[in-house]
């Protein structure tokens, strides 16, 4: 394993091991408290240009799953079609790896995928400057490339861009399964439980890319999905949206970035956490009542749900820091919200989302 160095963009230096792929990379270094998932993690187009941290010390044990596809063109256990993350950071990487569905090691993945892993890193000492300073831009290097040093940007990229479809793709139920609607997914970087999730509900998916009008196409609900980056960076959909609200009362239903992006079509600002959310024990009440869930999380920026329009209202809100969750049309059937209730990885306490989603289509 060679020598590397994390420098942050406050000169802080971290220092490890090389365990994946040899090359320097750069971008916004983020922390992930969940114990499990890595695989999922990874493959979340979410975590397009970030280096991500993983708290739980001990990572790589279980290996990776076989990276194959379904007949519908889905992951079998992925959540997309590759690596999104640009590097992940981790305390104990295990070289050893036993599971009943382990193909190949973490390591062997991240090689095969050109993605840089470290290794022997404080992570707890690393979350402590990131919870304290805010998530940072930072650099893995590599001790004996000192001249070596990559560049790259995080605010004002439009991650959505890089990571969305190019062109319409439609997933239909499983053979002998009644299709019953016809749902317009707009692709933010979605992940594929997402889909999964709607096709099992007896949904025909039509997946469009982010900034694709289909206003004038023939559907039953709208499905904004979750994303990479700033949805500031997002107009063109956001301007989409309204186009479709003022055109009809169908359904709509956001995941995350969904949520971000229905939020500013209703009027609202949104605004950067300070290290956001990523974890599988977020907590959630349901605003109106003393139900509390617990969610799978993963992003960076949040909804000013004091800004929304008259018309709407907050849905969940966030137990632990009182940042917004969710929203809902008071009278039309508009309603998203900021974790993940297809939850891959994670807990599945609100999977009930889709069926109420399914329920108004």
């Not at 000492?125 to 831009?137: A, D, I």
Request: charged residues 25%; hydrophobic residues 35%; negative net charge.
């Amino acid at each position: 394993m060679r020598n590397v160095t994390l420098v942050l963009n406050d000169g802080t230096k971290f220092h490890g091991k090389s365990f994946g792929y040899d090359a320097p990379v750069a971008g916004e270094v983020v922390f992930n408290t969940a114990m499990m998932g890595y695989p999922e993690s990874l493959t979340d187009p979410s975590y397009a240009g970030q280096l991500m941290v993983l708290t739980y010390p001990l990572v790589g044990n279980y290996g990776v799953p076989p990276f194959t596809f379904e007949d519908n063109g889905l992951p079998t256990f992925m959540e997309s079609d590759k690596i999104y993350a640009s590097a992940i950071i981790v305390a104990d990487y295990s070289e050893k790896n036993s599971h009943w569905n382990s193909n190949e090691s973490l390591a062997d993945w991240l090689k095969r995928e050109k993605v840089p892993g470290i290794t022997g890193i404080d992570t707890r000492e690393l979350t402590k400057v990131l919870r304290e300073h805010g998530v940072m831009m930072g650099k893995i290097l590599f001790d004996d490339e000192p001249d070596n040093i990559p560049e790259a940007n995080y605010e004002g990229v439009n991650f959505v861009d890089q990571v969305s479809v190019k062109e319409i793709i439609t997933y239909k139920p499983a053979e002998g399964t009644s299709i019953n609607k016809k749902v317009v997914l707009v692709d933010c970087g979605v992940k594929a439980n997402i889909i999964r999730c709607l096709i099992k509900r007896g949904c025909e998916v039509v997946r469009v890319p982010w900034n694709y009008d289909y206003t004038d196409m023939e559907f039953d609900g709208l499905f904004l999905a979750n994303g990479p980056g700033d949805p500031d960076m997002c107009e063109d959909a956001v301007k989409i949206i309204r186009k479709q609200m003022e055109k009809s009362d169908k359904p709509i239903c956001g995941i995350c970035m969904g949520n971000q992006l229905l939020s500013k079509a209703a009027g609202a600002k949104i605004y950067k956490l300070k290290y956001g959310h990523r974890s599988h024990n977020q907590p959630v009440r349901m605003v109106g009542t003393e139900k509390c869930f617990v969610t799978s999380q993963n992003h960076g920026y949040a909804v000013d749900a004091k800004t929304l329009g008259a018309d709407w209202e907050e849905l969940f809100v966030n137990m632990n820091d009182g940042s917004n969750e969710g929203i809902r049309h008071k009278t039309k059937p508009w309603f998203s919200s900021q974790f993940h209730p297809e939850a891959c990885s994670g807990p599945v306490d609100t999977e009930f989302m889709f069926d109420k989603f399914v329920e108004t289509l």
